[in-house]
């Protein structure tokens, strides 16, 4: 079946813009994982999404990030006023969100490449 | 505070060698620890996890829960082990993922 997917795969804005970046999670999947990938910096968690409970935003770095997730599917992560160091991969990850078991893999996308120049 | 600290940036070995990547946490409970691996232009992708108590491409990990650690080992790595490896951390309660900042191993021939 169909994998996550995030678009666009690159993007390449001005420092100041706003930048909307999207995820597509698999089917049925209820919980969403956005991440910032960057070097030295490993893999950074930013915000997760679990059916109808509030979002987990403990990660965002700033009020410049935001993400919304509508109708419990796709989402779309939003970085106001872009600055040079949010330059970076950001990955979009979903899972099943079964407790314990193997059912609770996350399944990763292929991410979006943003570059601020 | 959850924190998963991955101390090597680098691994190199020769092909044929044992391997550990090495995985420290830091949490007040029970956790359950997962490696992922990214290899070459390929998706982030679940290798292993500690519950399942499992070998996956002759990597292991055992939980050690008196010195909070999870390293991953192999006996006899191969060429095509060389990526990007990450120890990841989820806490009870939730499903929040904390991430090391992984270790490139790399396997030469």
């Known amino acids: 079946g169909a994998g996550v997917s995030q678009s666009p795969s690159n993007k390449v804005t001005e420092k100041g813009k706003d930048v909307e970046l999207r995820c597509d999670p698999i089917?049925?999947?209820?919980?969403l994982y956005w991440y910032r990938q960057s070097l030295g910096q490993g893999l950074e968690f930013l915000i997760y999404?679990?059916?109808?409970?509030?979002?987990?935003k403990s990660g965002l770095p700033s009020d410049r990030f935001s993400a919304e997730r509508t109708g419990g599917s796709v989402s779309t992560l939003t970085i106001q006023r872009t600055q040079q160091e949010d330059s970076a991969v950001y990955l979009c990850?979903?899972?099943?969100?079964?407790?314990?078991?193997?059912?609770?893999?996350?399944?990763f996308g292929p991410g979006t490449r943003l570059t601020v120049l | 505070a959850q924190r998963v600290t991955q101390p090597e940036k680098l691994l190199s070995v020769f092909k044929g060698a044992p391997v550990e990547l090495k995985c420290n946490y830091s949490?007040?409970?029970?956790?359950?620890l997962f490696w992922y691996v990214q290899y070459s232009r390929q998706r982030l992708q679940l290798l292993l996890r500690?519950?399942s108590r499992e070998s996956i491409k002759g990597f292991t990990a055992d939980l050690n829960k008196g010195e909070t650690s999870f390293h991953l080992k192999k006996p006899f790595a191969q060429e095509e082990d060389s990526a990007m490896y990450y120890c990841?951390?989820?806490?009870?309660?939730?499903?929040?993922?904390?991430f090391g900042a992984g270790t490139r191993l790399f396997v030469k021939a």
């Open positions: 500690h519950i």
């Open positions: 990850a979903s899972s099943l969100a079964q407790f314990r078991g193997n059912t609770d893999t996350q399944y």
């Open positions: 949490y007040s409970g029970s956790p359950e």
């Open positions: 990841a951390l989820r806490g009870t309660g939730g499903f929040k993922t904390i």
């Open positions: 999404f679990q059916g109808n409970s509030a979002p987990d």
């Open positions: 089917s049925g999947h209820t919980a």
